[in-house]
């Protein structure tokens, strides 16, 4: 049983679409992280959110965590190919002395 | 580039087989963390050294090993393999805990034929 589920699996889009995938868990997140992975190449964090209900920018991706510090969500505006990639979301689930990893939402933006 | 370096970046070897992977965390970086990622599974953390000494495990098989050496590198070493061990494994260090960003090596593809 995975404690963080992402969804979806995979996500095939257009150049310039918007796209939003998820990180949901049944457990309290101590903080979650969003990594990008590309083929041949370890993860690389983009974001980490501590506070429920925080927002973060990067440039065209924002981070949403929930209230209750259950959810998360990554929101890609006009998605350019360049932001095809493996994304993670990993966490530190309170009470657990290590990083979990969701399964991952494989995304391809087509030009 | 993350600092951290894993070495090799491909092994294909044999069922029953061991084979040693080779991490160098980041300068500075106290502890070191493996995980292994395969299709079905995800990223999977494996276990954690700091300082020389096993923080924390994770889902590690007993054919599984690892340690850290007085200069902070780290080997996992994998015996009696199988094919279902066929997967990337990653390396990450990080400066003192799990609470701290985790950076990532480039991986090693282990292929057990």
């Known amino acids: 049983t995975q404690l963080l589920e992402q969804s979806p699996q995979f996500l095939s889009i257009q150049e310039g679409e918007n796209l939003t995938v998820y990180c949901n868990s049944s457990?309290?997140?101590?903080?979650l992280q969003w990594y990008r992975q590309e083929p041949g190449e370890g993860p690389v964090l983009l974001v980490t959110?501590?506070?429920?209900?925080e927002v973060k920018k990067l440039k065209r991706l924002t981070f949403q965590f929930g209230d209750a510090r259950k959810d998360s969500s990554l929101h890609i505006t006009a998605a350019q190919p360049g932001d095809t990639g493996l994304y993670l979301c990993?966490?530190?689930?309170?009470?657990?002395?290590?990083?979990?990893f969701g399964q991952g939402t494989r995304l391809t933006i087509n030009p | 580039d993350s600092g951290v370096t894993q070495t090799p970046k491909h092994l294909i070897t044999a069922t029953g087989q061991r084979v040693t992977l080779r991490c160098s965390p980041r300068?500075?970086?106290?502890?070191v963390y493996w995980y292994q990622q395969s299709l079905d599974q995800g990223l999977q953390f494996l276990i954690q050294?700091?300082?020389?000494?096993?923080?924390a495990k994770g889902n590690i098989l007993e054919r599984f090993s690892a340690q850290q050496f007085p200069d902070l590198h780290s080997e996992l070493n994998l015996s009696s393999l199988e094919l279902g061990d066929s997967a990337l494994y990653f390396c990450?260090?990080?400066?003192?805990?799990?609470?701290?960003?985790?950076?990532f090596g480039p991986g090693t593809r282990l292929t057990v034929l």
């Open positions: 990450a260090s990080s400066v003192v805990g799990y609470t701290d960003t985790q950076y």
């Open positions: 457990s309290v997140f101590s903080s």
């Open positions: 959110v501590v506070t429920g209900g």
């Open positions: 990993g966490s530190q689930i309170q009470g657990a002395q290590k990083l979990v």
């Open positions: 300068s500075g970086d106290l502890s």
């Open positions: 050294y700091y300082n020389g000494e096993e923080r």
